[in-house]
């Protein structure tokens, strides 16, 4: 079965200080991978994806994130964290193909930032 | 373009009730997925809809079920509830069942707490 680990349940980080989430996956083909964002209240809004091919893929509000297979991980960057940066993360894993496309979170890393 | 949207925003029940929540997915797809969230935790696979059938469930027991409307739309529906449904459901819409590339956006959820 799939299952996805985010090790850091709480991170804080001065604002203009470099960001780094941690994920670890298991999956038994090759996934689909996700980070989403999700602000108190809200829904959740996707940071950025990878499915082939650049293992370094960009997504909005400057993050980025690198998928290493070796390591079974896809950690999530951003440069310079901004105040409104403080929110939930949670990365996610899906299955690639006709059986649909379900997706299994982590438990989530809550961001917080000092000033 | 309208996004995912939900409703109702929160719903207050008690223990033994049914509930019944509303998902109006973003213009153009015909996929609809259901998620539980709890508070503190990563969201939760129930299940998901495509051409009017349910096509995939998570570890959900038969308490959960839903439909899904000739529009896309899609109800979930929650009978006998106990405390532990208490949580964000969270609803996400995609475009078709093949996962090649699809994603799947969210909704603001409907915050269900059962007293």
């Known amino acids: 079965a799939q299952s996805v680990t985010q090790p850091d349940i709480h991170i804080t980080v001065s604002e203009g200080a470099s960001l780094e989430l941690r994920c670890n996956y298991s999956?038994?083909?090759?996934?689909?991978l996700f980070w989403y964002v999700q602000s108190p209240g809200q829904g959740l809004q996707l940071l950025l994806k990878?499915?082939?091919?650049?293992?370094l893929v960009q997504g909005i509000k400057g993050f980025e994130a690198e998928f290493k297979r070796s390591q079974s991980s896809f950690n999530l960057r951003k440069p310079s964290v901004h105040w409104s940066d403080a929110a939930e993360y949670f990365c996610?894993?899906?299955?690639?193909?006709?059986?649909?496309?379900?997706?299994?979170f982590g438990g989530g890393t809550r961001l917080m930032v000092k000033p | 373009d309208a996004g995912v949207t939900q409703s109702p925003t929160h719903l207050i029940k008690t223990r033994g009730q049914q509930v019944t929540l509303r998902c109006s997915p973003k213009?153009?797809?015909?996929?609809v997925s259901w998620y539980q969230q709890a508070l503190g935790q990563g969201p939760q696979f129930i299940f998901q809809?495509?051409?009017?059938?349910?096509?995939q469930r998570g570890n959900f027991p038969d308490r959960f079920s839903g439909h899904q409307f000739p529009n896309y739309s899609s109800e979930l529906n929650v009978n006998a509830l106990l405390l532990g449904d208490s949580a964000l459901y969270l609803c996400?819409?995609?475009?078709?069942?093949?996962?090649?590339?699809?994603?799947?956006?969210f909704g603001p959820g409907t915050r269900l707490l059962v007293l």
């Open positions: 996400a819409s995609s475009g078709g069942l093949a996962g090649v590339g699809e994603t799947q956006y």
């Open positions: 999956y038994g083909a090759t996934p689909y």
């Open positions: 990878y499915f082939s091919g650049d293992t």
């Open positions: 996610a894993v899906g299955p690639f193909g006709i059986a649909g496309n379900m997706l299994t």
């Open positions: 213009s153009g797809h015909d996929t």
């Open positions: 809809y495509y051409e009017e059938e349910e096509r």
